[in-house]
């Protein structure tokens, strides 16, 4: 089944019993036409969203200068959206295997289950808690935006 698990075809189940009962019922050249117009649309719609995310990211850019300039760190805008930047600063693996024993010998074995996206949360969690695992060490500082008021 391509890159689905099993858990992800239960969970769109209700939105893929139609489309899976109306590919039933095609010949293999119609749904290899289908399959084929899939993918080129696809295909158009993942470079849009690149095209998109440079425009996002150019904004960001002129924005981050202009808040420097500034010296502000909130902007508000007529439209009713607010724009707020900050500096986080992501954790990253230095030792795996000597932070996966750090929490092993902590009692943390259950979060060796969660995603690896999880470790910035996973390691806020262990320093309020003063803990200081082995293994990870501060990623590069990078810039965020929330927005609000897109609506």
Not at 15 to 23: C, F, M, S, T
Not at 55 to 74: N, P, S
Not at 108 to 119: C, F, I, N, R
Request: proline share 3%; net charge negative.
């Amino acid at each position: 089944m391509g890159k689905w698990s099993s858990e992800t075809l239960a969970e769109h189940q209700e939105e893929l019993a139609p489309r899976l009962e109306w590919a039933q019922k095609c010949t293999n050249e119609e749904l290899a036409a289908e399959y084929k117009e899939a993918r080129l649309k696809k295909a158009d719609w993942e470079e849009a969203l690149r095209r998109v995310n440079l425009d996002i990211r150019a904004c960001e850019m002129v924005f981050a200068e202009r808040f420097a300039e500034d010296d502000v760190k909130t902007m508000k805008f007529n439209n009713g959206m607010s724009l707020t930047i900050s500096v986080e600063q992501g954790w990253q693996f230095d030792d795996k295997g000597a932070f996966i024993k750090f929490l092993e010998d902590e009692g943390w074995h259950h979060e060796l289950t969660v995603p690896a996206g999880s470790l910035n949360r996973l390691m806020r969690d262990l320093q309020d808690k003063e803990l200081k695992p082995p293994g990870v060490k501060l990623g590069e500082p990078f810039t965020k935006f929330s927005c609000r008021g897109l609506k």
